[in-house]
């Protein structure tokens, strides 16, 4: 394979005179682009705010207008194909702008990011959100771009809505979670931080997954390049196999569909109670406390969960991770459950 003009022209830049040389961003972001094939969408993203929508520990999400007329007519079809209603329709998107900390490791922060892109990529399912391409100019690192849906996170959606949400509502967002999960799966990826920051609702109440930087592919299939190095992850919804640690304090993460498994019960207690696990803590260093000793959420006191619900939300969060349930008896359930509400 030919390297192009552009990637020719960085590399003339680079073996050129100091003062000439591009900055390490520039390099990491179009080596990114061409390893990967990841669409550059710079020229067709336009900030409505300099101020960040929302954000995390590791990134800024901002909310942008993405302009399809601005990108080649061939990226355009491909990039927009079965996911907008036209292609010369402006329409907004989220930016991810990774934000490396002062204390972390700006080689893993880079690896965290290419692992991402490159799960990511491989994804096509109704209830994932689509990676459509990156961006430069959010950051040092390259910012990823994706659909924005309109009603934003599982949790501020449940805080607003889940007084007007009937039994089969709220069960088909379980269903629609439950197909993506099964989905990436079936791919052999584990999501790996599920939680209701990381589930995303669009216009018409659809759930989809989103959020793959601590997804690792499944062993067998994986270069050690493609493991997270730490679980990290969002306590009230993690698995207690994620808090095992060696004496020296390093962790020894267990990667297994199971630990997806395990967070699924703390989605659906979220969805049937309107509030996230472990809600009455308020001490977040408490709440691992509770899961590393395998202490569980405890049921609400309101009668707003059945019992045949509650039996299979501790089965979710059941110690020994080969009693949780499959993919396919999650699906299952929340089918029936839906069907019958």
Not at 61 to 80: E, G, S, T, Y
Not at 201 to 225: E, H, M, T, Y
Request: glycine share 6%.
């Amino acid at each position: 394979m030919e390297i192009d003009e552009v990637h020719l022209t960085l590399v003339r830049q680079c073996l050129s005179e100091e003062k000439s040389r591009p900055l390490i961003e520039k390099v990491i972001y179009l080596a990114l682009v061409q390893h990967f094939a990841a669409v550059d969408l710079t020229n067709a993203v336009e900030r409505l705010s300099r101020d960040r929508e929302t954000g995390g520990g590791f990134a800024n999400v901002h909310r942008c207008r993405f302009q399809p007329i601005n990108i080649d007519k061939d990226i355009r079809q491909a990039v927009l194909y079965d996911r907008f209603t036209s292609v010369s329709k402006c329409v907004e998107v989220a930016v991810k702008e990774i934000r490396p900390s002062n204390s972390t490791d700006m080689l893993k922060t880079i690896n965290r990011l290419f692992r991402e892109i490159h799960l990511w990529l491989k994804l096509q399912h109704e209830n994932v959100v689509p990676l459509l391409g990156v961006a430069d100019g959010f950051g040092s690192l390259p910012a990823l771009v994706s659909p924005w849906l309109e009603n934003g996170a599982l949790t501020g959606y449940l805080q607003r809505e889940y007084e007007m949400l009937s039994y089969g509502r709220k069960f088909a967002l379980l269903v629609d979670i439950a197909h993506g999960l099964q989905y990436l799966h079936s791919q052999d990826i584990i999501h790996g931080d599920l939680s209701g920051n990381n589930v995303l609702i669009d216009k018409n109440g659809k759930a989809s997954l989103v959020d793959f930087g601590l997804s690792a592919l499944l062993p067998g299939r994986i270069s050690q390049a493609l493991l997270p190095t730490n679980p990290g992850g969002t306590a009230p919804w993690m698995a207690p196999e994620h808090f095992v640690f060696d004496d020296e304090g390093n962790a020894l993460p267990v990667f297994s569909p199971k630990n997806d498994a395990y967070s699924f019960g703390g989605i659906m207690l979220q969805v049937l109670e309107g509030k996230v696990p472990y809600h009455y803590i308020v001490r977040y260093e408490t709440i691992i406390c509770r899961i590393s000793q395998g202490v569980t959420p405890k049921r609400p006191s309101i009668p707003v969960i059945i019992d045949s619900d509650w039996d299979f939300i501790q089965k979710c969060w059941s110690k020994d991770m080969e009693r949780r349930p499959s993919d396919a008896e999650i699906l299952a359930f929340v089918k029936l459950r839906a069907g019958n509400s």
